[in-house]
């Protein structure tokens, strides 16, 4: 029922009572293939967290029906123990935060339908590490259980170790009768008793706050008058002034800060700089003008790294074809290096830092060996392996996952990777071309857990980081993925030929595979090019432009959300695979979850809908109470082993298309590594 208050206990004494059999794999269908069973299974150590003393982990595992359980485990005596759980059929456990030596901050998410409309729903639960003395905290201080986030902490009060900054609505009276957005306030929030006191008055345009990492609130994200605003205040003082504006048609105006620097005035932020966005200082007193900190010739940077008490920002970090991190801290960059040599072949990252600096956690892993985590004792120069994210993979060989550029039809060179299986031979393999979603994000190298299992089937696997993609400049970023989806498809189109000319691929047994955008790209391609894929999959794919615009008439975002995808009518019902079902000649198969916030399962119904209306081939798979990640183990078993059937009959060896001929006859250039 919406609206009725999250309640732990009941089901927390449950799962309790199950603990030994808390951490074997989820359950999975009978029948599933063995390979969908590999690589489908969620990670079973999952978002750790060190403890402000180091001494203790925080960490999800998840319980064999594939609910995620929180545990905190001790170093010291090596005992673990459960401390909080999801609530089944209604709240998620995400994670766990320590706000002192003794007390988690939970992050709990629900999909509820209020009002008609799916919406995202977070709540903060308050519990002590041995699992004790549990609270759920703002719906106390709310007095209602319909605001729906209320999980968004501003600063974590490290010095008043029993309070936090949290944004939050104002808390709802018996007279107000205002269901809408009542603006929001900051407030200082007890984490024992739940309990909260204002700090910042509410501010009924304010959409997010930020602190100076000190428990002040330095910053504030406005939306008003077909913008989104930027307002800060000098250290001490009370005045807001503006900083930024951006309107809704903009999309090449990148301005997003990052934190604060040892100085309190200086503002630390991403923005543009000859085309690529990079990190400037900015000095809040406006005694000088900004500073180019750090940017990269042929990339963005892509976000930051913080860690300690102050969570204070150590590094930025970038991808070229592999991710690099650029540091302001001498000591941090020194342990990176010492590990990156301990852990030879592996991209390593410092994720976590105790309060003292003596312990830190540090994540290692690769295109072959999926991410694990270590705890090292700065002291004791010791380094201790966590349990494994992936059991199950254990004994198996993973596929070698190889940056590569291709060039696109234009004559310009589109970044990817190639993961092709670990016994490939000589001859030409059945491929798959799998575009990212987005479109405005990107692929990097590293474990893919989708990319593993085709592998494992016998196909190659071409990511392409196609015109739309983050991370390689406002030029490559252009129009967007959906206001110029040609562009996206033609560099899609580019790469599958290119796998065949260069003879890597069979060019008749080539399909297409993508999730969220990347399935919008994948059913557009069957529609595009029709002779190039023997088949399409869509997993929670985008079906039609127009439809995916009135998805967000009802939220706040409408209007930007509107003019990414755009207003052109032409662009839109070209760009609409559902309008153009009748052009599809290959086999489709489509899933979609009916919890889907990003792309809602209408998409996938009404494209199921007109391939049968046109007796085209189709099959839909449907899951309940299923997110737009699939976050779940038994429908990820489910979804793979379909996949791995559906591919299998369509990639059969046929007699030639003419396609094979075509390829023989153009350029096959080598294919080149990248760094």
């Given at each position: ?15 309790w009572?199950?603990?030994?059999f ?31 003393d ?31 759980a ?11 935060e ?93 984490i ?5 006191k204002?700090?910042e ?72 700089h ?9 000095d ?25 008490k ?18 302001f ?6 342990i ?18 105790s ?56 004559g ?10 670990v ?33 494992s089937?016998?196909y ?17 970023s252009?129009?967007?993925g959906?206001?110029?989806?040609r562009?996206a ?15 890597v691929?069979d ?12 399935g ?6 069957a529609v ?33 959300n ?21 052009e ?37 798979v449907?899951?309940?109470?299923v ?49």
């Amino acid at each position: 029922m919406p609206g009725r208050p999250l309640s732990l206990r009941s089901f927390f004494r449950c799962v309790w009572l199950m603990l030994p059999f808390a951490f074997p794999l989820a359950a999975h269908a009978e029948g599933a293939d063995p390979d969908a069973i590999a690589f489908g299974t969620m990670s079973t150590f999952s978002v750790p967290k060190i403890s402000p003393d180091g001494r203790r982990l925080f960490f999800l595992t998840r319980h064999q029906s594939g609910l995620p359980l929180g545990v905190v485990s001790d170093f010291e005596t090596g005992k673990s123990q459960l401390v909080i759980a999801s609530e089944e059929d209604r709240f998620d456990l995400m994670g766990c935060e320590w706000a002192n030596r003794e007390r988690l901050l939970c992050d709990f998410y629900a999909v509820r339908r209020a009002f008609g409309e799916l919406s995202a729903t977070t709540r903060l639960v308050a519990v002590n590490a041995d699992g004790s003395d549990m609270e759920v905290l703002l719906q106390k201080a709310l007095r209602d259980n319909w605001a729906q986030f209320q999980n968004q902490i501003v600063d974590f009060l490290t010095d008043q170790p029993k309070k936090v900054l949290i944004q939050m609505p104002k808390p709802k009276s018996d007279l107000d009768p205002d269901w809408g957005v009542r603006g929001l306030q900051v407030a200082e929030l007890d984490i024992y008793s739940g309990r909260s006191k204002k700090r910042e008055n509410v501010h009924s345009q304010a959409r997010g706050w930020m602190s100076d990492g000190r428990g002040v609130p330095r910053l504030r994200f406005l939306i008003k008058d077909r913008k989104s605003v930027w307002q800060a205040r000098r250290s001490g003082q009370k005045k807001w002034r503006t900083l930024h504006e951006r309107t809704y048609e903009d999309f090449n105006d990148v301005y997003a800060p990052l934190g604060f620097g040892e100085d309190p005035n200086e503002l630390l932020l991403l923005r543009r700089h000859e085309g690529r966005v990079a990190l400037f200082s900015h000095d809040l007193t406006g005694k000088r003008e900004d500073r180019l900190v750090f940017s990269h010739p042929d990339v963005d940077l892509y976000g930051a790294l913080k860690l300690g008490k102050y969570r204070r920002m150590v590094a930025v970090g970038y991808s070229t074809d592999l991710w690099h991190w650029h540091f302001f801290d001498a000591e941090i960059e020194q342990i990176d290096q010492m590990l990156s040599e301990a852990l030879p072949g592996l991209s390593v990252s410092v994720v976590d830092e105790s309060w003292d600096g003596d312990f830190y956690l540090i994540r290692a892993g690769s295109d072959l060996e999926p991410y694990r985590y270590y705890r090292v004792d700065r002291v004791a120069k010791k380094i201790k392996a966590l349990p494994s994210s992936y059991p199950q993979l254990a004994g198996r060989s993973l596929a070698p996952m190889t940056p590569l550029h291709y060039p696109g039809r234009d004559g310009r060179q589109i970044s990817g990777y190639l993961t092709k299986p670990v016994s490939e031979g000589e001859a030409a393999l059945p491929a798959i071309v799998m575009p990212h979603g987005g479109p405005h994000s990107r692929d990097f190298w590293g474990y893919d857990w989708l990319a593993q299992f085709l592998a494992s089937r016998g196909y190659a696997v071409l990511q392409s980081n196609y015109r739309g993609s983050a991370g390689f400049g406002e030029e490559w970023s252009g129009e967007g993925g959906f206001r110029d989806w040609r562009s996206a498809i033609d560099d899609l189109t580019d790469g599958a030929r290119y796998l065949a000319e260069s003879g890597v691929a069979d060019p008749q047994r080539i399909c297409i595979l993508g999730w969220s955008y990347g399935g919008y790209a994948a059913l557009l391609s069957a529609v595009e090019e029709p002779d190039l894929y023997r088949c399409a999959v869509s997993i929670a794919g985008v079906s039609d432009l127009p439809m995916l615009i009135e998805d967000g008439r009802n939220f706040q975002g409408f209007r930007f959300n509107r003019e990414f995808i755009g207003r052109d009518p032409k662009t839109l019902d070209a760009g609409s695979p559902a309008q153009r079902a009748e052009e599809i000649e290959v086999p489709v198969l489509l899933f979609h979850g009916d919890e889907d916030l990003n792309v809602g399962v209408e998409h996938s119904r009404a494209m199921a809908k007109a391939l049968r209306k046109r007796d085209k081939s189709v099959d839909y798979v449907e899951y309940e109470e299923v997110e737009h990640s699939i976050r779940r183990s038994r429908e990820r078993i489910d979804m793979l082993t379909r996949i791995g059937a559906f591919l299998d009959a369509n990639t059969a060896p046929v007699a030639g298309s003419g396609l094979r001929e075509t390829a023989a006859a153009l350029p096959r250039p080598a294919l080149r590594e990248g760094e």
